[in-house]
């Protein structure tokens, strides 16, 4: 059971180039996100999804996209990359039936480097 | 304000004792959950405990006990008997409300806890 991939694990852009951060999981979970840790700080959520076809802005969604397009896949695109945009990124899913925790899945996250 | 505040940026603790990693927390809503997460030096975020605002008791995880004083907005994370492996930054987060839809776990800045031989 592979639980949440995300690629690719590390990546250095260039200003103003774009990029996709691909994440899928086998879990059948419903939820997905995307969070970035920026050194030295906690996780900071970018975009989430209750379902394919369906997003919703989180905490810094400024300079990214997302689509979900089916259960398994969310990924996450960076259109026009700034050296802010350098950080940790970390995909979760959870499944968020009635009655559990909301505890989330994670990757383990890709290191993008932006110069 | 801050959602979430852990207040020890590092702790260095012998290995075999016991150690409390601080979290507090704000939130208005009368329903909401609050996590803790271990991340290692590889990365990856690893699921310890969960604590529901409505559980009477404090949650147990094998070492892992979290001490959650609701009055205090306190969710300290207990670790009996430290090991090696224990050294790692560990985060406290909060989901507030019971809807679904509302998704944004809020986390802290983390805690180096590093054991010492």
């Known amino acids: 059971n592979a639980g949440v991939t995300q690629t690719p694990k590390f990546r250095i852009l260039k200003i103003g180039q774009s990029m996709t951060l691909q994440c899928t999981q086998d879990m059948n979970h419903n939820y997905m996100y995307w969070y970035r840790q920026d050194p030295g700080m906690g996780l900071k959520l970018i975009y989430y999804?209750?379902?394919?076809?369906?997003?919703d802005k989180g905490e810094v969604p400024n300079g990214y996209n997302v689509s979900r397009s089916t259960t398994e896949d969310f990924p996450l695109r960076l259109e026009l990359a700034a050296p802010s945009q350098t950080s940790v990124y970390f995909c979760?899913?959870?499944?968020?039936?009635?009655?559990?925790?909301?505890?989330?899945?994670f990757g383990e996250g890709s290191r993008l480097t932006v110069l | 304000a801050q959602k979430i505040t852990q207040t020890q940026p590092g702790m260095f603790v012998q290995e075999k004792e016991a150690v409390t990693l601080d979290c507090t927390y704000d939130t208005s809503d009368q329903s909401y959950g609050l996590f803790w997460y271990k991340q290692p030096s590889s990365g990856e975020m690893i699921f310890l405990i969960y604590q529901g605002s409505y559980d009477e008791q404090n949650a147990t995880e094998g070492r892992y006990s979290l001490n959650f004083q609701k009055a205090r907005k306190s969710a300290n994370l207990v670790i009996s008997a430290s090991q090696l492996g224990d050294s790692a930054m560990y985060f406290c987060?909060?989901?507030?409300?019971?809807?679904?839809?509302?998704?944004?776990?809020?986390f802290g800045t983390g805690t180096r806890l590093t054991i010492i031989p």
């Open positions: 979760a899913s959870s499944p968020r039936v009635y009655g559990d925790t909301g505890e989330l899945f």
């Open positions: 987060a909060m989901r507030e409300g019971r809807d679904f839809g509302n998704e944004k776990l809020t």
């Open positions: 999804s209750v379902g394919a076809g369906i997003t």
